[in-house]
């Protein structure tokens, strides 16, 4: 049981381009979500999935796109990169009993 | 809109002092998540209360809960230099299985 897991770890992009940050889980959960964490501040949510097919935005899902195909991939989309989406990223998943697990995290710099 | 704050921002304490930190919350929520975060780490859960006067201990923390007044505590008991992190209170909002965290409270406990 692998948990929640994120891939890349660490990502360096240049301004303009296009990336995806895979995020997958295998203990069947319907809830799963992305969040940022920008330096000194708690995590702010991007977009959140509450099953297979439907998706829907959080605080700050400008620039952001995501999809739920399967019930254990939630991709997150990075349009076109832009410096001030420099942060860390967090994949999170729910269960029934409304515990929350979170990947190790992405590191995205853009230049 | 859901709001959480944190304070203090910044602790700085000795060791074998108690300390408390404080987190309140804007709208009605019936969970509320502290959790752990060391330096280039994902989440380590603390500790999840589900309902008013919610009482939780493990070693030196305890967590507390007030719906009514909407807010929690931390409270650290005889600080030792391995619980410095930073500390993040969330707040679940029920239809989305979401979190909204507060900006955190890195403590740092000197010798």
């Known amino acids: 049981n692998a948990g929640v897991t994120q891939t890349p770890k660490f990502q360096v992009l240049k301004t303009g381009q296009s990336m995806t940050l895979q995020c997958a889980q295998d203990?069947?959960?319907?809830?799963m979500s992305w969040y940022r964490q920008d330096p000194g501040m708690g995590l702010r949510l991007i977009h959140y999935s509450v099953g297979a097919g439907i998706t829907d935005q959080g605080e700050v899902p400008n620039g952001y796109n995501v999809s739920r195909s399967t019930t254990e991939d939630f991709p997150l989309r990075l349009l076109s990169a832009a410096p001030s989406q420099t942060s860390v990223y967090f994949c999170?998943?729910?269960?029934?009993?409304?515990?929350?697990?979170f990947g190790p995290g992405t590191r995205l710099t853009v230049l | 809109e859901l709001k959480v704050e944190q304070n203090p921002l910044f602790l700085s304490m000795q060791e074998g002092k108690n300390y408390t930190i404080y987190c309140n919350y804007s709208?009605?929520?019936?969970?509320l998540y502290w959790y752990r975060q060391d330096p280039g780490k994902s989440l380590e859960s603390l500790f999840v209360?589900?309902?008013?006067?919610a009482v939780k201990q493990e070693g030196r923390l305890m967590a507390s809960l007030d719906t009514k007044a909407r807010l929690s505590t931390l409270h650290i008991t005889a600080a030792v230099h391995d619980l410095s992190a930073t500390y993040f209170c969330a707040v679940l909002t029920m239809g989305r299985r979401a979190l909204t965290f507060g900006s955190g409270t890195r403590l740092q406990v000197q010798p």
């Open positions: 209360l589900l309902s008013n006067g």
């Open positions: 203990m069947n959960h319907e809830y």
């Open positions: 999170a998943s729910s269960n029934e009993w409304y515990e929350q697990f």
């Open positions: 709208t009605t929520s019936d969970r």
